[in-house]
């Protein structure tokens, strides 16, 4: 009786670590499957004419030059609005905040804005921006909604990583008599900096790869955006009406593909920073 | 030495951001500034190969002169070029009544005939426009009522910004409602791609992009090709319209006569599988 | 000595030391003590007012979302009725019928299949993650994790359009759009935001719970299963709300593999139309009321995501007074 109970308890263990790892080799399987696809039918795609030219031609031949141009001007342009402002507001939450109605008030404000779908921030930038304040279709309008998108990402990873810094260094600042602001701009903030570039790379991987937000703000015109006022068609837009036309793939599987590298490239960067941080101060 | 460092990288990164938009702006400036060098073409997804490429035409022959092109679907092109957000409207329909009075001047492009498209494995090689309207209608369900086999008919509709779905359903289904439960996709190659892939599938797109992967079936005994579109007795076609606020004038008028031009007529034109207004009917 | 004593005193809690002047902090030093310690005060209160507003800014945030986006949907409540709006079955706004009742349950069953299949595999891989992997192979899966939640929804939504769609038509018989395909996108898409959070959850359970499940004789199985998902259970709940809240608010995967019919779906291999892909399919065209309306189903969404946010307070605040 007792044995048996020993035997089905192993067997059990076995079986459900059995099935534990089998979750873990199926979310490793997605991620391979998704990529090895994206990058087997999209590496052809990819020479200097692809990525440097215009498109051109009944069905957008020809290379995605001005999608990506429009995309990296729209990203930096709203990680500049939003980041120090959210790193400004996780100064005041991880630092000056003291518990009260107020900081809970904020932080269920943050805690909404980010689940806030995309597509409604995206219907909040055309009537806020596009329409309400007459910007219309641009990539001021688009990096303002990106904005308001990103607040709560950065001040996020911000606030922990200010958090992740040693009350002690505090102290010790205090007590060589610098002030609150002293303390938190020489000490603190340095400290936390790496964390903090690691989450706005983050935050600015997910604005590149963002499409439901500038479709309504930007628009879907091909145009190489110089100043923020003009429209463009940011690559993920571009990859979403490519797939709906459905009638040039291999431009659709090409500009996936350099979305995807431009998204791994975001990760590893911040990887990379994480680890030579740690190595640093280990 | 640490914080140092890595100080002076956030440090470059602001640097990169701060002028890699400036970078673009300083370059690029000289074709910023002039305002009447550039012609917004909005509307039809029809039109929108030929009014691209001959916009790309356009453009080698005068340098400093651009036209930019959206395909947003008819009634988005004639609304935009109402309000004056756009130059030209491009529409794969006529006006509806209540649009006659906005003082749009039409001159039309060219023809095109729309397809009722089927797998090819399907038997089914001709279909009446009734039959084609009680299926889309979703009154005949089952292939073997149209002389296939005994399986259940997918329906593949457009969406309703499509100029294609509106002309579709005012000549064969005589604007009676389609069957609401018909999946609605936003592009001609994805209609074509879908109804390639599903054997008991069937949809429409426009004779200019019917290819080998489908099947068009004749209605009412016609085979749709270019003579009997040209002739008028293929019963599923249309006229695809230029509209512009008050006669075309200036940069608007250059680019209208140049479309009509041989070279776009029976080159663009007939590449993208429709028919010089010259050769059709009146 | 001038300065009245209240300002002094804010000071020193202020800066959680002293008010000692600084040499930094007092170019302009010359007269004294207390002078030096005023100036401080100032830039040190003004420092916090900013910081304080740069906070505020997310309150504001979701004011302006409610204002501008209500602003423009609030017209179908008041003209169809918020009860016609939300209860009614028949969505042709062309012909002006605004009900969403449809669009709301096909977003329940994409968003509930999709929790189902992807549920179980996020909380299989955090626990792997957690109590399973050692570190080799955890730096292995972790990062796959994590590249999961950067990758674009658009690349999803394209993958699921070229790859998953042609397949299942195949099998199934139809076009492959359908529930059956948006549960397998989706629930790929919200496996990172689950895993990520249940395993932070399962972490914060102390070792010596562990170890006491041990010494009892527990399997590594029984520890998991009886004491350490009992355990982070809270963090696991809050977990699948945002993880739910994260499929229900997905456009632009669901857009392009659900077929958008605006009907309950006649089966998993039927398509369907939800209140994220109707914006989408209808934003181009629409104008009038039915522009309104698409504004009214984004107050719709943004009501929707605001109660999965104040459920996880709510739910996290009883999981405090309960532990």
């Known amino acids: 009786m007792q044995s048996r109970e020993r035997v089905n308890k192993t067997t059990t263990n076995r079986i459900a670590l059995g099935v534990i790892w089998l979750a873990a080799i199926a979310t490793v399987g997605a991620l391979g499957t998704i990529l ?36 990296l001007y729209v990203t930096i342009l709203a990680m500049l609005i939003t980041t120090p402002v959210a790193v400004l507001a996780a100064v005041y ?18 805690d909404s804005l980010a689940s806030v779908p995309s597509i409604v921030m995206g219907l909040f930038g055309l009537a806020a921006f596009v329409e309400g304040m007459g910007m219309g279709f641009s990539v001021m309008a688009a990096a303002l909604a990106l904005a308001f998108l990103l607040l709560p990402i ?104 350099l979305l995807v590298l431009m998204v791994l490239a975001f990760n590893l960067t911040a990887r990379y920073i994480v680890s030579r941080n740690r190595r640093m101060l280990g | 030495m640490g914080p140092m460092s890595l100080r002076r990288s956030a440090a470059r990164v602001l640097v990169l951001a701060v002028v890699l938009p400036a970078m673009l702006v300083s370059g690029c400036s000289s074709r910023a500034g002039a305002a009447k060098t550039e012609l917004t073409v909005t509307g039809s997804t029809t039109i929108l190969p030929i009014a691209e490429v001959a916009a790309e035409m356009f453009h080698e022959q005068h340098a400093d002169l651009r036209v930019l092109v959206a395909g947003v679907g008819s009634s988005a092109g004639i609304e935009s070029v109402t309000k004056g957000t756009s130059d030209i409207g491009t529409s794969s329909r006529d006006l509806k009544p209540e649009e006659k009075s906005l003082g749009l001047v039409d001159t039309p492009i060219a023809f095109d005939a729309i397809a009722v498209i089927v797998n090819p494995s399907n038997p089914v090689r001709a279909l009446t426009t009734k039959q084609a309207a009680d299926i889309f209608e979703g009154k005949i369900t089952n292939w073997k009522d149209v002389g296939g086999s005994d399986q259940l008919i997918w329906l593949v509709n457009r969406d309703e910004a499509s100029g294609t779905r509106e002309a579709f359903s005012k000549i064969v289904l005589g604007g009676a409602p389609f069957d609401p439960k018909s999946a609605v996709l936003p592009g001609t190659g994805q209609v074509r791609s879908v109804v390639a892939d599903s054997a008991t599938s069937v949809g429409y797109i ?46 608007a008028k250059q680019y209208v006569d140049f479309v009509l031009s041989s070279a776009v007529q029976s080159k663009v034109v007939r590449d993208a599988g429709f028919l010089p207004v010259a050769e059709g009917r009146k | 000595m001038t300065l009245d004593p209240k300002p002094d005193d804010r000071a020193v809690r202020l800066s959680e030391g002293s008010g000692r002047p600084n040499a930094d902090a007092a170019p302009s030093a010359g007269s004294g003590l207390s002078t030096i310690s005023r100036a401080t005060y100032f830039k040190e209160a003004a420092l916090q007012n900013l910081f304080l507003v740069c906070a ?21 409540f008041a003209k169809v009725g918020l009860f016609n709006f939300l209860g009614g079955y028949v969505w042709h706004p062309t012909k002006g019928d605004f009900g969403i009742l449809t669009l709301i349950v ?51 939504g394209f993958f699921g359009l070229v790859l998953l769609r042609p397949i299942i038509a195949k099998f199934s018989g139809g076009l492959g759009f359908g529930l059956f395909t948006v549960w397998i996108i989706l629930a790929v898409m919200i496996l990172p ?24 004789g527990a399997t590594k199985w029984q520890t998991i299963w009886r004491v350490l998902l009992p355990a982070a259970k809270i963090g696991i709940i809050d977990a699948i709300i945002l993880g739910m809240g994260r499929a229900i608010g997905e456009t632009m995967a669901v857009v392009m593999v659900a077929g958008n019919a605006p009907v309950i779906p006649n089966g998993i291999f039927a398509p369907f139309l939800t209140l994220t892909t109707v914006i989408v399919m209808d934003m181009p065209y629409a104008a009038g009321d039915h522009r309104t ?31």
Not at chain 1, 192 to 211: C, D, K, N, Y
Not at chain 1, 224 to 252: C, D, K, S, Y
Request: proline share 6%; with cysteine.
């Open chain 1, 36 to 71: 090895l696809y994206v990058i087997v039918n999209g590496i052809g795609q990819l020479t200097p004419a692809f990525i440097f030219s215009w498109p051109h031609g009944v069905n957008m031949e020809g290379g995605i030059w001005p999608t990506i141009q429009a995309t």
């Open chain 1, 93 to 110: 939450l991880a630092e000056y905040a003291v518990q009260g109605r107020l900081v809970q008030i904020i932080r269920f404000a943050a």
């Open chain 1, 154 to 257: 950065i001040m996020r990873t911000t606030e922990e990583a200010i958090r992740a810094v040693p009350k002690y260094i505090r102290w010790g600042s205090y007590g060589l008599g610098a002030s609150k602001w002293q303390t938190v701009s020489r000490i603190v903030l340095p400290s936390a900096t790496p964390r903090i570039i690691t989450g706005v790379i983050l935050a600015a991987g997910r604005a590149a790869g963002e499409t439901a937000v500038v479709i309504y703000t930007m628009g879907t015109m091909i145009n190489a955006p110089i100043l923020p006022t003009q429209p463009g068609r940011t690559m993920p837009v571009h990859l979403l009406l490519l797939a709906q036309e459905g009638i040039n793939l291999p431009a659709a599987f090409g500009t996936a593909l």
């Open chain 2, 206 to 251: 426009s004779l200019g992009f019917v290819d080998k992967s489908v099947k068009a079936v004749s209605i009412d005994g016609i085979q749709p090709t270019e003579k009997t579109v040209a002739d008028g007795t293929y019963p599923v076609s249309r006229v695809l319209h230029f509209f512009t606020k008050g006669k075309p004038s200036g940069l």
């Open chain 3, 56 to 76: 505020c800014v997310a309150v504001a945030g979701v004011a302006l979302i409610f204002l501008f986006v209500g602003w423009r949907g609030w017209p179908i």
């Open chain 3, 106 to 156: 096909n977003s329940m069953l994409a968003t509930l299949g999709a929790l189902a299949l992807g549920a179980p595999l996020a909380i299989g891989t955090a626990v792997f993650l957690s109590e399973v992997a050692n570190p080799r192979i955890r730096d292995l899966v972790r990062p796959a994790v994590e590249l999961l939640a950067g990758i674009p929804s658009v690349v999803y």
């Open chain 3, 193 to 216: 935001t689950i895993a990520a959070i249940s395993e932070d959850a399962l972490r914060s359970v102390p070792e010596g719970i562990r170890e006491a499940s041990y010494a009892m």
């Open chain 3, 293 to 323: 309306a698409l504004f009214g189903v984004a107050i719709i969404l943004f009501v929707i995501s605001m109660i999965f946010v104040a459920t996880i307070r709510i739910i996290s605040r009883f999981g405090k007074e309960v532990g």
